[in-house]
């Protein structure tokens, strides 16, 4: 899909700021790691929380995806898709009772817990129910991913699972339990993974405590390797899919297992863009700034990240010199790029943020009361609108001058 070439029609068909999906990419994404790990019998189980229009998540269903999911306002958004409950897991360190109670009368794969607690308060639910909970472990590996520590979740010092030893205590409690049955075991050290070697550790821990409990016969039937491969935003070398199965399937020599693999960025990051218009230019001192349309509360990985994003003026020739892209957002970490380099810029011109497909719009708020960005998907040559632009009506809707 040429998003240059496309860009002028679909911003004056849809408006600006305006998040667009391109679907056939999507697919192809999907079947490169589906593909990667044909081995074995495995779920792709598409990171909800990285894109989660209901539009998408249809498309991943026709594919065949499976959900992971970190709310049951997710789960909803999974089944409402069409996605079958027996792909869809339920992931995250603080899940309430409600959630808890819902998932399981929805029936889903299994839920993924991160504490000895989060066992007990699942028992008891379950029990309430008269039901019988599925469990998946998730293990904390005490591996340094490598990447940007807001996104680094493998180590001790991140809130994110229990260690080995406690996992095996969790097992062995969930074993005895007439209401909790152990099917799966579960890490994920990070994402925007670029190195697969702090993987492959990882696996190669998680798979021997998979043995260590086969010895007191705990048997799973689910190795969920979490997601976090990394993507291309600006020139970073990333990890090739078929490696990636292929270390991951080294560590487990004689195990039985389904894989489950939760990618989110992989499949969407490099096939959505964030199409905005040009308000203005001006200096401040030698300082060059191109106020725009879009702002941090539509794209906020540059301000919480400082991540890249490539920036790109569509439309317009001429000799480019750096300046800061910013939006109208009262911040001065309001930005989608500093130092671009852009040739001189009109009002209504567009520009194209590249890479915004994971983590955009489902980052996206209502900050300074902006009404979140149109969404549109392109397959083929055709072109849908998936979520319309946020009215003032939409977002004052639970609000009460009177309470
Ligand atoms: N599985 C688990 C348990 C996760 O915590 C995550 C992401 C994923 C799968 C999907 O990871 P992915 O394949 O997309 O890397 N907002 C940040 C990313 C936060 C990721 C949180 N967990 C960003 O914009 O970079």
């Known amino acids: 899909m040429n998003i240059s070439a496309l860009a002028p029609t679909l911003a004056q068909t849809y408006g600006t700021p305006l998040y667009v999906y391109d679907f056939d990419g999507i697919t192809t994404r999907f079947n490169q790691l589906k593909n990667a790990f044909r081995a074995r019998k495995s779920i792709i189980a598409y990171a909800v929380k990285a894109n989660s229009n209901l539009s998408t998540l249809a498309h991943m269903a026709k594919l065949g995806a499976g959900a992971d999911c970190v709310s049951i306002g997710e789960v909803k958004r999974a089944l409402l898709a069409g996605i079958p409950k027996y792909q869809i897991i339920f992931s995250g360190v603080g899940k309430q009772d409600e959630e808890i109670r819902q998932a399981l009368e929805a029936d889903i794969l299994f839920i993924n817990i991160e504490s000895e607690a989060e066992m007990y308060r699942i028992e008891q639910v379950a029990q309430s129910m008269g039901k019988v909970a599925r469990l998946s472990v998730r293990v904390n590996p005490n591996i340094d991913a490598k990447t940007h520590p807001y996104i680094s979740t493998g180590l001790q010092e991140n809130k994110f699972g229990v260690d080995i030893e406690t996992a095996k205590r969790i097992y062995l409690y969930i074993k005895n339990s007439p209401v909790l049955e152990p099917v799966g075991i579960h890490f994920h050290i990070g994402s925007q993974l670029t190195q697969l070697e702090p993987i492959r550790e990882a696996a190669v821990i998680v798979a021997n405590l998979v043995r260590t409990l086969q010895a007191v016969k705990i048997e799973l039937k689910f190795f969920d390797i979490g997601g976090g491969i990394g993507v291309v935003y600006s020139d970073e070398t990333t990890i090739d899919p078929v490696e990636y199965a292929q270390a991951i399937l080294s560590t487990m020599m004689g195990l039985d297992m389904t894989i489950i693999c939760e990618p989110g960025r992989y499949i969407v990051a490099n096939n959505g863009y964030l199409l905005t218009r040009v308000l203005y230019e001006k200096m401040s001192g030698a300082r060059r700034f191109v106020v725009i349309d879009g702002a941090m509360n539509d794209l906020l990985r540059p301000s919480l990240y400082k991540a890249y994003h490539r920036i790109e003026a569509v439309e ?88």
């Open 316 to 403: 317009r020739a001429g000799e480019p010199t750096n300046a800061d892209v910013v939006g109208p957002v009262c911040e001065s970490g309001d930005f989608l790029g500093k130092n671009v380099p852009l040739p001189p810029m009109q009002h209504n011109d567009i520009l194209v943020v590249h890479s915004a497909g994971a983590y955009g719009f489902s980052m996206a708020s209502n900050y300074n009361t902006r009404g979140r960005a149109a969404e549109v998907a392109i397959e083929g040559d055709a072109h849908r609108l998936i979520r319309a632009r946020e009215s003032f009506e939409d977002m004052i809707a639970n609000e009460s001058k009177y309470l």
